[in-house]
């Protein structure tokens, strides 16, 4: 069964950083886009930033100078380097990924179970 797994997040004052991870597994043959998006109590799920096979990414205009997307060399692992926290950013955080098996005819796509955030002197 193909799954993500986030990690990383926790409790951390306003103005520090946080990196959270979401590692890949399964009969996964390629993958063409990662992403990140967080939830927040009584507010729908909304983009963070993603990430493409080529390169490219997009950012949500509340994180754009202070969050990073990336992946390691074999993407297997997505990242997300959070700097300067706000209280704003408090939320459940959710790894997506759109991927193809050996089988598969078109892209497929599949959540991983979330990871809390808490920024809070």
């Known amino acids: 069964q193909v799954q993500l797994v986030e990690s990383g997040g926790g409790l951390v004052q306003p103005g520090g950083s946080l990196r959270l991870s979401c590692a890949a597994s399964g009969s996964i043959f390629s993958i063409n886009a990662m992403g990140w998006y967080r939830q927040a109590p009584g507010q729908q799920r909304e983009l963070v930033a993603t990430i493409t096979r080529g390169g490219s990414t997009n950012y949500a205009d509340s994180v754009k100078g202070r969050f990073t997307v990336s992946t390691d060399s074999t993407w297997i692992t997505v990242y997300l380097q959070m700097n300067s926290l706000k209280p704003e950013d408090t939320a459940v955080y959710y790894c997506?990924?759109?991927?193809?098996?050996?089988?598969?005819?078109?892209?497929?796509?599949?959540w991983g179970q979330g990871t809390r955030v808490t920024v809070s002197s």
């Open positions: 997506n990924a759109d991927y193809l098996t050996i089988t598969s005819y078109r892209a497929l796509e599949v």
